[in-house]
């Protein structure tokens, strides 16, 4: 009933950027926070950035003025904005949006499939 679809990852040199997307899409009443994490090989998935429905932000302090949330409301649609990117932010990127769906009271957690950012040196 609700699908997230990631989009703008891809193969970047060191000190490049890239835009990740993510829009949800379905039986929709509204969401709340939206966020991305990721997950490296053989290391646990991390917080990287949060924005809730108010603009209010956090991010990793591994990404804390090099990367920026934003989100559309009315498009229900989350973005990464990644600049000077580093070999160690190479890693599956995931979206994450707290959604209420038709017909349910409480929020639920939904994951995008991931996009993969490599970060070449």
């Known amino acids: 009933q609700v699908q997230l679809v990631e989009s703008g990852g891809g193969l970047v040199q060191a000190g490049g950027s890239l835009r990740l997307s993510c829009a949800a899409s379905g039986s929709i009443v509204s969401i709340n926070a939206m966020g991305w994490y990721r997950q490296a090989p053989g290391r646990q998935r991390e917080l990287v950035a949060a924005i809730t429905s108010g603009g209010s932000t956090n991010y990793a302090d591994s990404v804390k003025g090099r990367f920026t949330i934003s989100r559309d409301n009315a498009k229900n649609t989350v973005y990464l904005q990644m600049n000077s990117l580093q070999p160690e932010d190479t890693a599956v990127y995931y979206c994450?949006?707290?959604?209420?769906?038709?017909?349910?009271?409480?929020?639920?957690?939904?994951w995008g499939q991931g996009t993969q950012v490599t970060v070449s040196s």
């Open positions: 994450l949006a707290g959604v209420q769906r038709t017909g349910v009271s409480e929020y639920y957690g939904y």
